[in-house]
């Protein structure tokens, strides 16, 4: 039996990949903080979908928590053939106005627990015909912007491992695919982000659910780089060709709305709080 591992599986988009996964008769190991998010999204796919669905509530940005989350997949047997690194988080504001340590913090969980799980079980998904690793990057990793200084590196960062990786392991059956979102409605960050972008926020934001299934079907194909949606597919192609002097002039003055808007991205929003359209 096999299992796909999804990290941040208990809310936003990790959450909606699993739900995705499920529906496509994927036995899940879930993991995510510690907390009651976790152990209720496990009971709701057990109660939808005939899988397997089991969960390990861990801080991913203690070091050690690679190699636990590894030993307790082999001390189970649960046999990983996709291993989704989705866990992350970011916050916005002029760079010297956030806490030194939240940037670590950012690290930690963006970049250094992404790589010890791909460390971890890639030798793993080298045993088997055809395995996945999806990494969860953002559509900012190609268009580096001002006032989220560091999250746009993070992500930066996933982006060019991730290519890297895909051709290192191009004569196994390991597929490496990276996941570029837009906004995503799935935090109060976003939630403020909607609020401070007016209509311009409106019109590239998707829900978690749309950007799952997108994000799943073109990881089963092997995708390289999957950006869901028309429009920022279009933004991220056309910002491409544009000179980068241009481009970053264009991006800080789109996004100084941030500039004094230290937001810290976090889970936990209220599904009340949602607005729909
Ligand atoms: N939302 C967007 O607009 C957007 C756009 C592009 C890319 N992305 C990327 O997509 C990924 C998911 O984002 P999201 O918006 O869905 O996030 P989210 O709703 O805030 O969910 C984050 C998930 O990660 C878990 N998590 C947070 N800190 C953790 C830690 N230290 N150890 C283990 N798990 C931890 C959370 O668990 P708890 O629920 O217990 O806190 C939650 O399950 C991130 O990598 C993000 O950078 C997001």
Redesign the pocket.
């Known amino acids: 039996m096999t299992y796909t591992l999804i990290?941040?599986?208990?809310?936003?988009?990790?959450?909606?990949m699993a739900f995705e996964c499920a529906s496509r008769g994927m036995n899940l190991c879930l993991?995510?903080?510690?907390?009651l998010?976790?152990y209720e999204t496990a009971q709701e796919i057990r109660r939808q979908y005939s899988v397997e669905v089991h969960c390990l509530g861990?801080?991913?940005?203690v070091e050690s928590?690679p190699v636990e989350v590894y030993l307790w997949c082999r001390e189970n047997d649960f046999d990983v053939d996709v291993l989704i690194n989705?866990?992350?988080?970011?916050n916005s504001g002029l760079f010297e106005h956030n806490p030194l340590q939240e940037y670590y913090?950012m690290l930690?969980?963006?970049n250094h627990?992404l790589i010890g799980l791909t460390y971890q079980f890639l030798p793993d998904l080298k045993n088997h015909t055809s395995a996945h690793i999806l990494n969860?990057?953002?559509?900012?990793a190609t268009l580096p912007l001002p006032y989220k200084a560091v999250?746009t590196g993070t992500?930066n960062f996933i982006y060019a491992f991730s290519l890297a990786l895909r051709e290192e392991a191009r004569n196994t059956g390991v597929a490496v695919s990276v996941?570029?979102?837009?906004?995503?409605?799935?935090?109060p960050?976003?939630l403020q982000?909607l609020r401070s972008q007016g209509k311009s926020g409106k019109i590239l934001m998707m829900m978690?659910e749309e950007v799952a299934k997108i994000a799943i079907k073109s990881m089963l194909k092997k995708r390289r780089v999957i950006i869901p949606g028309v429009l920022p597919y279009l933004i991220v192609k056309l910002l491409k060709v544009m000179p980068t002097s241009l481009k970053m002039r264009l991006l800080e003055r789109i996004f100084r709305v941030y500039r004094n808007l230290p937001i810290t991205?976090?889970?936990?929003?209220k599904k009340s709080e949602i607005p729909h359209n």
């Open positions: 990290t941040g599986a208990s809310s936003g988009i990790g959450r909606a993991v995510a903080l510690d907390d998010a976790l861990i801080d991913l940005t928590a989705n866990a992350g988080f970011g913090q930690e969980l963006n627990a969860v990057s953002s559509m900012e999250y992500k996941l570029c979102p837009g906004p995503v409605l799935t935090n960050e976003g982000r978690p991205q976090s889970s936990g929003l």
